[in-house]
């Protein structure tokens, strides 16, 4: 069984960095993407960042030139890294892991608190 371990999140001051790590334990074959949605009180979860097992990126548009997503296969970690912090950016963080064998899963994780404040 697949599970999703979230490390990093934190309370940052604007223009503040931070870094997620979310490390996949379990059975590993089969993953098709990797990445980071968000959650803020209120809103709906919108994407931050996903990388495919070919390396391809896409990012949210609000944090296009300021987050940086990567993974270490090696590892089966994924990162996020998060610079140039604004006060928008603040709310839950999910891991998210798509796995693909004779049937599909979409794994999530239990979430990191990233807090912008001053």
């Known amino acids: 069984q697949v599970q999703l371990v979230e490390s990093g999140g934190g309370l940052v001051q604007p223009g503040g960095s931070l870094r997620l790590s979310c490390g996949v334990s379990?059975?590993?074959?089969?993953?098709?993407?990797m990445g980071w949605h968000r959650q803020a009180p209120g809103e709906q979860r919108e994407l931050v960042a996903v990388?495919?097992?070919?390396?391809?990126?896409n990012y949210g548009d609000s944090v296009k030139g300021r987050f940086t997503i990567s993974r270490d296969n090696t590892k089966n970690t994924v990162y996020l890294q998060m610079n140039s912090l604004r006060p928008e950016d603040t709310a839950v963080y999910y891991c998210?892991?798509?796995?693909?064998?004779?049937?599909?899963?979409?794994?999530w994780g239990q979430g990191t608190q990233v807090t912008v404040s001053s």
């Open positions: 998210n892991v798509f796995i693909r064998l004779t049937a599909d899963f979409d794994i």
């Open positions: 379990g059975s590993i074959r089969g993953i098709v993407r």
């Open positions: 990388i495919t097992s070919g390396g391809d990126t």
